[in-house]
């Protein structure tokens, strides 16, 4: 079974930082692609961040230079840093990993900014 469980959203004022985890279990998927999305009401989900097979990252451009995205392998978790939080990152954020032909996804976890 593959499992992807999302933790670390909540409640915080704009500016403020937020630490997303993934826990992932049912597997070895440190060489698969893993990412970040996010969808907000009414809106299409969106690529948040994304780590490829090779390591290298990609960041939508509305969240570059202020969010992160890294995995820690002894611990099976990815992760979602995400500072200077705008009103606009109001989503629920969802942790993805990618084996093909399929796309596997957490339950979600909200992540609300007030201005």
């Known amino acids: 079974q593959v499992q992807l469980v999302e933790s670390g959203g909540g409640l915080v004022q704009a500016g403020g930082s937020l630490r997303l985890a993934c826990a992932y279990s049912?597997?070895?998927?440190?060489?698969?692609?893993m990412g970040w999305y996010r969808q907000a009401p009414g809106k299409q989900r969106e690529l948040v961040a994304r780590v490829s097979v090779g390591g290298s990252t990609n960041y939508a451009d509305s969240v570059k230079g202020r969010f992160t995205i890294s995995r820690d392998f002894t611990k099976n978790t990815m992760y979602l840093q995400m500072n200077h939080l705008k009103s606009e990152d109001t989503a629920v954020y969802y942790c993805?990993?990618?084996?093909?032909?399929?796309?596997?996804w957490g339950q979600g976890t909200q992540v609300t900014v007030s201005s």
């Open positions: 993805n990993l990618q084996i093909q032909p399929n796309d596997y």
């Open positions: 049912g597997g070895i998927f440190g060489i698969a692609p």
